[in-house]
């Protein structure tokens, strides 16, 4: 229940952000805009940038400039995602190791 109620939350780490006209939400920063603000990128950032690749960029599809209520629609969508796969894998492990004791 705890992980559905952040789900639905999560959608605060955009909105925030753009109220207070703080720039990017924690954590979503390329390393160009990390290098701007502090002027470098650190070095692990620049070497493990390019490891993973989002498979829905910037939590939408189709165009990338969306109004702020539907990226947090999507915001929310990919954490209860995350909540159903996370919660589906955990039921598969239960039943795969209770059959094997």
């Not at 109620?5 to 920063?29: N, T």
């Not at 620049?46 to 629609?73: F, T």
């Not at 894998?89 to 004791?101: A, E, M, Q, R, V």
Request: glycine fraction near 12%; avoid cysteine; charge should be positive.
């Amino acid at each position: 229940m705890g992980l559905l109620i952040l789900a639905l939350l999560s959608p605060l780490g955009l909105i925030l952000p753009s109220m207070f006209k703080s720039g990017e939400p924690f954590g979503e920063s390329s390393g160009t805009e990390v290098k701007k603000e502090l002027g470098f990128t650190p070095r692990g950032m620049k070497r493990d940038e390019k490891a993973w690749n989002a498979p829905v960029k910037n939590y939408s599809i189709g165009e990338n400039e969306r109004p702020l209520w539907e990226k947090s629609i999507f915001y929310m969508g990919s954490g209860l995602l995350g909540v159903v796969i996370i919660g589906l894998g955990t039921i598969w492990l239960n039943k795969f190791y209770k059959n094997n004791d």
